[in-house]
């Protein structure tokens, strides 16, 4: 989290940009200002908390429509004069009612990036009662053929054309294949940077 103490509202007569990103896609949701009281309050409640240079207040995104923006991590910039805070938003952030301000689309990819930390967490702590742990302890032969069988479903159920089936069973051999990426001590960036070099 943020030093406030380092951060410099002297550029801007008080005010620093402060940009939103979603921490689940990394999609930009808005850009707004802060003055050091504001990012004070940002910090102590855990919302993304405004000053509004028309009313010249303070203003709590979501305060009155609850789609709030819950803050996760705040970054300042090189210079210490504008902050990147990474949110999950409540609910839609553009008054609009679209999910970003610069009418970008949500989607969830990154999800996979989380997927695969909370996998390779499992592996260090094997919590009771999961899955996954039930997979790291009956080890890498059972994780390979859960790989396997499930490669097998995901070509049945392409060749019954059913959409639903089809989505259910990738979902199922991305988590296996997750899980034996991480068996294997390989990151699942590994996977991204090979394809990325292909093309």
């Known amino acids: 989290m943020i030093d406030i103490t380092k951060v410099n509202f002297s550029k801007m007569d008080g005010l620093i940009p402060a940009v939103i990103v979603d921490e689940s896609t990394d999609k930009m949701l808005m850009l707004g200002f802060m003055n050091k009281e504001a990012l004070s309050k940002t910090i102590e409640i855990g919302k ?44 839609p952030t553009c008054h609009t009612g679209k999910y970003s301000c610069f009418n970008l689309e949500k989607n969830n990819l990154n ?53 639903k089936e089809i989505t259910n069973e990738t979902a199922d051999l991305l988590y296996h294949l997750i899980v034996m990426l991480t068996d294997n001590d390989i990151e699942l960036q590994d996977v991204v940077t090979e394809l990325e070099s292909r093309h």
């Open 48 to 91: 993304a908390t405004f000053y509004s240079r028309s009313r010249k207040s303070l203003w709590t995104k979501g305060e009155t429509s609850g789609n709030y923006l819950i803050v996760k991590n705040i970054l300042a910039d090189c210079d210490n004069d504008s902050i990147l805070i990474y949110a999950e938003p409540a609910g």
């Open 111 to 163: 999800f996979l990036k989380k997927l695969n930390e909370i996998i390779k967490q499992r592996k260090i702590d094997l919590p009771q009662n999961s899955y996954t742990t039930k997979l790291f302890i009956e080890g890498s032969n059972r994780i390979i053929q859960k790989v396997g069988e499930e490669a097998i479903e995901v070509v049945i159920a392409a060749k019954n054309k059913s959409k």
